[in-house]
């Protein structure tokens, strides 16, 4: 079993959601406290022994590139004014070279679709999706190594799942369920956004995968699906029955930070955890709130 060493990070969505704001900047961008949505994602991949980053671009994303490369002028300047704290906050959007990507998605045709842009890149080796819209936020064990731990044990496809309300499961794609073993639980099928009263299950995908080679060939042939889109669920469900298949039922927090409620909830909750501002957030909410 090859280990998972190349992650794919599809960001080339419009972010619709959080216009005027994603006018001028991408919305993997936007902030939680001082770091990029996207920034939390690489630490993730990071954390999980992931050496190469794939980005999926679309036009208007040239911030993100610009974001990880070396902003000369600006360390520099930090250097000569001897801000070390500084400099060291900047190690983390320098990753090693060679070892970031990026690719262009020249249409908008579905999670699938994206995931199929960085099959050159992939080749024929597994490898992680990692949703930014999506904060799971776990730093003493994230979910995307917590994952890598769970699909060393029973190898093949491991999909990130949480247990949704009822009244929420048709906003998600539903595992239907088989046998479970700890955060494991065996995958015989996906139900897209099924209708209210209707989910085999309150497993809800997350925005995490770990995925086989095989995957690729079957986003090949292009079939679309749910808003006449190449889903990736539809070609995942394609491998159920012919490899191991299972959804880990990811242990700590999450904030939907593709939706304004999640993101400002998110920024909210981060900032308390941090002493730097913590209190000073802390004593406005008691004061204000």
């Known amino acids: 079993m090859k280990p998972v060493k ?69 360390v520099a300047t930090l250097k000569e004014r001897g801000k070390t704290a500084e400099l060291q906050v900047l190690d983390g959007t320098q990753l090693t070279p060679g070892n970031i990507a990026y690719v262009r998605q020249q249409e908008p045709a579905g999670l699938g679709h994206a995931v199929w842009c960085a099959r050159h890149i992939t080749g024929d080796e597994p490898f992680a999706v990692l949703l930014p819209d999506e904060l799971l936020w776990n730093p003493a064990d994230p979910c995307l190594a917590q994952m890598v731990r769970a699909r060393n044990e029973v190898g093949g496809t491991v999909i990130a799942v949480v247990e949704v309300p009822e009244n929420e499961t048709h906003r998600y794609g539903i595992v239907d369920p088989g046998a479970s073993s700890g955060s494991l639980t065996q995958v015989k099928g996906f139900v ?66 593709g939706d304004k409620a999640g993101h400002v909830t998110a920024n909210i909750a981060l900032a ?11 004593a406005w909410m008691t ?3």
Do not use: W
């Open 192 to 257: 897209e956004k099924p209708k209210q009263g209707t989910a085999p299950s309150r497993l809800a995908a997350v925005g995490r995968y770990l995925i086989e080679p095989e995957c690729m060939d079957i986003l090949s042939e292009g079939k679309r699906g749910a808003g006449g889109e190449i889903q990736l669920t539809d070609a995942l469900a394609q491998l159920i029955g012919k490899q191991p298949f299972h959804a880990h039922t990811y242990a700590g927090a999450r904030y939907d930070c």
């Open 6 to 74: 190349k992650a794919v990070f599809p960001v080339g969505g419009m972010g619709t959601r959080f216009l005027p704001a994603t006018k001028a900047v991408p919305k993997e961008m936007l902030p939680v406290v001082d770091k990029p949505l996207l920034q939390y994602a690489v630490d993730e991949a990071l954390a999980a022994g992931i050496e190469q980053m794939i980005f999926v671009t679309a036009r208007g994303k040239s911030a993100l590139e610009d974001y990880f490369d070396v902003a000369g002028e600006l």
């Open 287 to 289: 004061a204000n709130l």
């Open 272 to 282: 308390l955890e941090r002493p730097d501002i913590g209190p000073a957030v802390r």
